[in-house]
T-cell receptor
Framework: KNEVEQSPQNLTAQEGEFITINCSYS?????LHWLQQHPGGGIVSLFM???GKKKHGRLIATINIQEKHSSLHITASHPRDSAVYIC??????????FGTGTRLQVTL | EPEVTQTPSHQVTQMGQEVILRCVPI?????FYWYRQILGQKVEFLVS????????KSEIFDDQFSVERPDGSNFTLKIRSTKLEDSAMYFC??????????????FGSGTQLSVL
């Protein structure tokens, strides 16, 4: 069973700050997903990666397979980035195993 | 962008009643999933469905739960006799290929189930 841990659990940042959210997992995976959950509850997939680094706008996701660790970075953060960011992993099966999420609040 | 749609957005039911949560996955997707999130807790996997049968289920998905794809578009989750602890947000998701093949999942906006 894969254990997925995220840190920090809560994060408050000022607009414009560079943000990093970390995710570690215990068992080898085939892919890691970064997801965003807004206060209304809906979940949006941000990234899916199995190696290296991906960038989309102000968001960057990296993964180190050997260390079983991934990071999500947000550059020039903005209040609209406020949400819960969730790391989830998948192995050989079809299911995702989710982390507890990181609640991000970006203030003006 | 295509969407996964879920209905209803909120469902209130009495303990012991049957509920059916409905989902319309993205039309060319072949894999379908139900997840749930109890308030304040992690999202948990319930079941995956492919080729008209369950491909994987969690220990949560006991005999009280069932899934069905009654036609070419809908994917439903039925809870036969609801319990208080079934109160949660239920998310439907779909993908073109299996999640383990580096395939992006698309989630619906969820159905908030409240069992009284």
């Amino acid at each position: 069973k894969n254990e997925v841990e995220q840190s920090p659990q809560n994060l408050t940042a000022q607009e414009g700050e560079f943000i990093t959210i970390n995710c570690s997992y215990s068992v080898g995976i085939s892919a890691l997903h970064w997801l965003q959950q807004h206060p209304g509850g809906g979940i949006v997939s941000l990234f899916m990666l199995s190696s290296g680094k991906k960038k989309h706008g102000r968001l960057i996701a990296t993964i180190n397979i050997q260390e079983k660790h991934s990071s999500l970075h947000i550059t020039a953060s903005h209040p609209r980035d406020s949400a819960v960011y969730i790391c989830a992993v998948t192995g050989t099966a079809s299911k995702l195993t989710f982390g507890t999420g990181t609640r991000l609040q970006v203030t003006l | 962008e295509p969407e996964v749609t879920q209905t209803p957005s909120h469902q209130v039911t009495q303990m012991g009643q049957e509920v059916i949560l409905r989902c319309v996955p993205i039309s060319n997707h072949l894999y379908f999933y139900w997840y749930r999130q109890i308030l304040g807790q992690k999202v948990e996997f319930l079941v995956s469905f492919y080729n008209n049968e369950i491909s994987e289920k969690s220990e949560i998905f006991d005999d009280q739960f069932s899934v069905e794809r009654p036609d070419g578009s809908n994917f439903t989750l039925k809870i036969r006799s609801t319990k208080l602890e079934d109160s949660a947000m239920y998310f439907c998701a779909s993908s073109r290929r299996q999640a383990s093949t580096n395939e992006k999942l698309f989630f619906g906006s969820g159905t908030q189930l409240s069992v009284l």
